[in-house]
């Protein structure tokens, strides 16, 4: 089992920047893949970026340039977002993969708005 935190977040003008931040703890020694996901209100949760235990990125397309994802070591992957826009404004989820399963954390809210 995974348990995940996530920090950061909240409300910032449109072309600002935030951070969300995330944390595993449990079985972590096990985790292969983290990221970040994202629901807007209406829309299904969608792909924001994910990383591989060995570094591979992924990003949606709508975010490449902007959106840089990091991860510490095997427990903490962190999100950098600049230049935000209205339309990035949704319930952020980490995610961590481990065994086939998916693990998810609590959500935080981004909100971009003037």
């Known amino acids: 089992q995974v348990q995940l935190v996530e920090s950061g977040g909240g409300l910032v003008q449109p072309g600002g920047s935030l951070r969300l931040s995330c944390a595993a703890s449990?079985?972590?020694?096990?985790?292969?893949?983290m990221g970040w996901y994202r629901q807007a209100p209406g829309k299904q949760r969608e792909l924001v970026a994910t990383i591989t235990r060995g570094g591979g990125t992924n990003y949606a397309d709508s975010v490449k340039g902007r959106f840089t994802i990091s991860r510490a070591n095997v427990k903490n992957v962190s999100l950098q977002m600049n230049n935000l826009k209205p339309e990035d404004t949704a319930v952020y989820y980490c995610?961590?993969?481990?065994?086939?399963?998916?693990?998810w954390g609590q959500g935080n809210q981004v909100t971009v708005s003037s």
């Open positions: 449990g079985n972590i020694f096990s985790i292969y893949t």
């Open positions: 995610l961590a993969t481990m065994a086939g399963n998916n693990y």
